[in-house]
């Protein structure tokens, strides 16, 4: 079956950096695009960042932009998350979710939080 397991979130202090992970299995990785969503408690989730089947193709929610990288490894099945310039509002468990046409897989997510 599929699966997708983030990894690397934590505590972090404001302006710090994490590197966030999501290995995937039981799924062709290269065929599917994948997006990096959070929820911060008592929120909506929220789309952050997305990347192409190919990784050419990446965008960003304007509240991350110029902060964050979506980037992937085809032949590692892993897609990242970097994050610098951290801010305590970006406090939030972060899923990785796979999407090809109709089909959404997510994970479990990964906590990370943003405080001194």
């Known amino acids: 079956q599929v699966q997708l397991v983030e990894s690397g979130g934590g505590l972090v202090q404001p302006g710090g950096s994490l590197r966030l992970s999501c290995a995937a299995s039981?799924?062709?990785?290269?065929?599917?695009?994948m997006r990096w969503y959070r929820q911060a408690p008592g929120e909506e989730r929220e789309l952050v960042a997305d990347i192409g089947s190919a990784g050419d193709s990446t965008n960003y929610a304007d509240s991350v932009k110029g902060r964050f990288t979506v980037s992937r490894d085809n032949a590692k099945n892993t897609v990242y998350l970097q994050m610098n310039s951290l801010k305590p509002e970006d406090t939030a468990r972060y899923y990785c979710?796979?999407?090809?046409?109709?089909?959404?897989?997510w994970g479990k997510g990964t906590l990370v939080t943003v405080s001194s």
């Open positions: 979710n796979a999407v090809r046409f109709t089909a959404h897989y």
């Open positions: 039981g799924l062709t990785f290269s065929r599917y695009a």
